[in-house]
């Protein structure tokens, strides 16, 4: 099995940056792709931004490219995601998800293990 667990989420000011981590844990060398996910409230879960843990690829949604930057660092078994000039809609909870494939969905149904998420807020 594997375990992802999250953290670095907090309360900031629209503007603000933050750096959410995502720790895996396990079989990992199971996931090839780490994908980071976001949920606000009475919304579906939505595309992020997603990487490669053996190239490096990545692939982001449009609503956070060029202000987002996912990386990962296999040493330890862990992936980021900077994000800068936060808005009052990037409030969400964030989750990361791995997938034993190569490709680098957008859809969540196409990862197979999940973090428990951890909460962005962005005030205005």
């Known amino acids: 099995q594997v375990q992802l667990v999250e953290s670095g989420g907090g309360l900031v000011q629209a503007g603000d940056s933050l750096r959410l981590s995502c720790a895996a844990s396990?079989?990992?060398?199971?996931?090839?792709?780490i994908g980071w996910f976001r949920q606000a409230p009475g919304k579906e879960r939505e595309f992020v931004a997603a990487?490669?843990?053996?190239?490096?690829?990545?692939y982001y949604a449009d609503s956070v490219k060029g202000r987002f930057t996912i990386s990962r660092d296999n040493a330890k078994n862990t992936v980021y995601l900077q994000m800068n000039s936060l808005k009052p809609e990037d409030t969400a909870v964030y989750y990361c998800?791995?997938?034993?494939?190569?490709?680098?969905?957008?859809?969540?149904?196409?990862?197979?293990?999940w973090g428990q998420g951890t909460q962005v807020t962005v005030s205005s």
């Open positions: 396990g079989r990992t060398f199971s996931i090839s792709t």
């Open positions: 990487i490669s843990r053996s190239t490096g690829s990545t």
């Open positions: 998800a791995g997938r034993s494939g190569t490709v680098l969905f957008r859809t969540p149904g196409e990862y197979n293990y």
